[in-house]
T-cell receptor, first 111, second 112 residues
Framework: KAGVTQTPRYLIKTRGQQVTLSCSPISGHRSVSWYQQTPGQGLQFLFEYFSETQRNKGNFPGRFSGRQFSNSRSEMNVSTLELGDSALYLC??????????FGSGTRLTVV | EDQVTQSPEALRLQEGESSSLNCSYTVSGLRGLFWYRQDPGKGPEFLFTLYSAGEEKEKERLKATLTKKESFLHITAPKPEDSATYLCAVQGSGAGSYQLTFGKGTKLSVIP
């Protein structure tokens, strides 16, 4: 069966711009989580959605936002990009909250 | 606040030389402890979930164990293809029960 699909795989943006990343979960999975991975901080939780509702949010500024659609696909948006937002953004989907399957991630570079 | 500490940060083994990776954690009510493997430029790949102290799970050359304060990932007779970063994460039952808290990982290098 198809895994978690994240698009695009790579992005280069300029400081001050905004960006939207997309995640399609495994078919039937209604929970989608987003994580930011950097060499210094490791994997840090951004937010989690279930049936279009945000259930958890991590300690990130309001520039980071997300949403989930009725087909469980999710998007995350980062506005007013900063150099420190350069990272690998990972999406994970779950059927029952007991196991999480990750996508390959979107590598965002802010210049 | 849930916390996870992994040690060592990096481990270099000769092929066939068995060893263990450590994951120490504090969590308000453990719902699950997860082990993932991550190769460069890729997302984490699920290995195991452990739910309660005393539980053990095995897969090929890997065996994960769990106590009330830590988990170990034992690697028996590793091969070069086992080289990767191994990540440990916990899921608590408190306010953040829908998130995983990750450690910084152990980077394993297996030399032929």
């Amino acid at each position: 069966k198809a895994g978690v699909t994240q698009t695009p795989r790579y992005l280069i943006k300029t400081r001050g711009q905004q960006v939207t990343l997309s995640c399609s979960p495994i078919s039937g999975h209604r929970s989608v989580s987003w994580y930011q991975q950097t060499p210094g901080q490791g994997l840090q939780f951004l937010f989690e959605y279930f049936s279009e509702t945000q259930r958890n949010k991590g300690n990130f500024p309001g520039r980071f936002s997300g949403r989930q659609f009725s087909n469980s696909r999710s998007e995350m948006n980062v506005s007013t990009l900063e150099l420190g937002d350069s990272a690998l953004y990972l999406c994970a989907s779950s059927l029952d909250g007991k196991g999480y399957t990750f996508g390959s991630g979107t590598r965002l570079t802010v210049v | 606040e849930d916390q996870v500490t992994q040690s060592p940060e990096a481990l270099r083994l000769q092929e066939g030389e068995s060893s263990s990776l450590n994951c120490s954690y504090t969590v308000s009510g453990l719902r699950g402890l997860f082990w993932y493997r991550q190769d460069p430029g890729k997302g984490p790949e699920f290995l195991f979930t452990l739910y309660s102290a005393g539980e053990e799970k095995e897969k090929e050359r890997l065996k994960a164990t769990l106590t009330k304060k830590e988990s170990f990932l034992h690697i028996t007779a590793p091969k070069p293809e086992d080289s990767a970063t191994y990540l440990c994460a916990v899921q608590g039952s408190g306010a953040g029960s829908y998130q995983l808290t990750f450690g910084k990982g152990t980077k394993l290098s297996v030399i032929p």
